[in-house]
Nanobody, 120 residues
């Protein structure tokens, strides 16, 4: 069974930084894509960034130049470095893993979410 465990959320001031981490546990042979989504109160969940196992990245326009996604394939871990944070970045951030290859086949998984609050 695959579990995604997130860490690193919390409170930051506008202009500040936070770093999120997400580790996938279980007997995993490969993860095609890992990424971060966020959901603010009253809004739909949206993609923030994702990265393939080859290192190709994609960012939402709202975070380009401020956030950086990276991953450690050997540790099945993905990171999100968030700089120049804005109040509009306040949301619950969810880790996502797509195309996770296990003995049970391929599957997609979500973390439990971590709160990021940007406020002075």
């Amino acid at each position: 069974q695959v579990q995604l465990v997130e860490s690193g959320g919390g409170l930051a001031q506008p202009g500040g930084s936070l770093r999120l981490s997400c580790a996938a546990s279980g007997i995993i042979f490969n993860i095609n894509s890992m990424g971060w989504y966020r959901q603010a109160p009253g809004k739909q969940r949206e993609l923030v960034a994702h990265i393939t196992n080859g290192g190709s990245t994609h960012y939402a326009d709202s975070v380009k130049g401020r956030f950086a996604i990276s991953r450690n394939n050997a540790k099945n871990t993905v990171y999100l470095q968030m700089n120049s944070l804005e109040p509009e970045d306040t949301a619950v951030y969810y880790c996502n893993a797509e195309g996770v290859a296990t003995t049970a086949g391929l599957g997609d998984y979500w973390g439990q979410g971590t709160q990021v609050t940007v406020s002075s």
